[in-house]
């Protein structure tokens, strides 16, 4: 009974908007479905965007660099002759999570249609990116799952990935590498959906700013209330 109390005032001073705007308000049914769209054309328009060749390589916000522990040797290793090396495990690991980022589609659109009005509520209240925040703290751990062995197959038979992983899991068991660094396909799907994250965000802000180029019309509505 006090969360649908809290709900209801909530979605009236959250929703309601002044008399004097040429718009009805909108509901908070309306409100849920919307950003529930939102999420899924986020998460759609992203993932196609990454899934294009270049789609990670090619894009500086997203390019997925070495694991962290490699990286601080990179210098050294492209001193002693290893640079070919060093370019080729950074092209395999951005190709890996361009060919596999598109396979997980369904299961981002099947995690966005469980925005609840509770979840509705707090982006509304939230910030610039606060559907995209919603997500990534909601999806991020089925998402690993579903991206994880799509990335082992592609990287599998790539000669510099082979080799990181045989030094980096007995770091890794003895906590001097963190879980995330242990294997290049855990790097690479780590980073994956980071970058899926960051291309969400920077639409949701552009939606934002301007809601007519959210497409659906009550898309427009509820974009136009949270700015």
Same mark, same amino acid.
């Given at each position: 009974?006090?969360?649908?109390?809290? !709900?209801?005032?909530?979605?009236?001073?959250? /929703? %309601?908007?002044?008399?004097?705007?040429?718009?009805?308000?909108?509901?908070?049914? &309306?409100?849920?479905?919307?950003?529930?769209?939102? #999420?899924?054309?986020?998460? *759609?328009? *992203? #993932? =196609?965007?990454?899934?294009?060749? &270049?789609?990670?390589?090619?894009?500086?916000?997203?390019?997925?660099?070495?694991?962290?522990?490699?990286? =601080?040797?990179?210098?050294?290793? +492209?001193? @002693?002759?290893?640079?070919?090396?060093?370019?080729?495990?950074?092209?395999?690991?951005?190709?890996?999570?361009?060919?596999? !980022?598109?396979?997980?589609?369904?299961?981002? =659109?099947?995690? %966005? +249609?469980?925005?609840?009005?509770?979840?509705?509520?707090?982006?509304?209240?939230?910030?610039?990116?606060?559907?995209?925040?919603?997500?990534? #703290?909601?999806?991020?751990?089925?998402?690993?799952?579903?991206?994880?062995?799509?990335?082992?197959?592609? @990287?599998?038979?790539?000669?510099?990935?082979?080799?990181?992983?045989? /030094? %980096?899991?007995?770091?890794?068991?003895?906590?001097?590498?963190?879980? &995330?660094?242990?294997? @290049?396909?855990?790097?690479?799907?780590?980073?994956?959906?980071?970058? /899926?994250?960051? *291309?969400?965000?920077?639409?949701?802000? =552009?939606?934002? &700013?301007?809601? *007519?180029?959210?497409?659906?019309?009550?898309?427009?509505? @509820?974009?136009?209330?949270?700015?």
């Amino acid at each position: 009974r006090r969360q649908c109390m809290v !709900i209801g005032w909530g979605g009236a001073a959250l /929703l %309601a908007w002044p008399a004097a705007q040429p718009t009805a308000p909108v509901s908070e049914r &309306d409100a849920t479905q919307a950003l529930r769209l939102a #999420l899924q054309r986020l998460s *759609a328009t *992203a #993932l =196609q965007e990454l899934a294009r060749p &270049d789609g990670f390589f090619g894009d500086a916000e997203v390019r997925i660099g070495l694991p962290t522990a490699l990286a =601080q040797a990179e210098r050294f290793l +492209r001193a @002693v002759g290893r640079g070919a090396q060093v370019d080729s495990l950074l092209l395999a690991m951005n190709r890996a999570a361009e060919a596999t !980022i598109g396979g997980i589609a369904d299961t981002a =659109q099947a995690l %966005a +249609r469980n925005l609840t009005l509770v979840d509705a509520l707090q982006i509304l209240r939230g910030g610039s990116t606060a559907c995209t925040d919603w997500f990534s #703290l909601r999806a991020r751990s089925p998402l690993v799952d579903r991206l994880l062995p799509g990335v082992r197959q592609a @990287v599998a038979g790539v000669e510099a990935a082979a080799l990181y992983n045989r /030094l %980096a899991a007995p770091a890794a068991r003895e906590g001097l590498l963190p879980a &995330d660094q242990a294997s @290049v396909e855990q790097w690479v799907t780590t980073r994956a959906l980071d970058g /899926l994250f960051v *291309a969400m965000a920077r639409r949701e802000r =552009q939606w934002r &700013d301007n809601p *007519a180029v959210a497409g659906e019309a009550l898309l427009k509505r @509820v974009f136009g209330l949270l700015r």
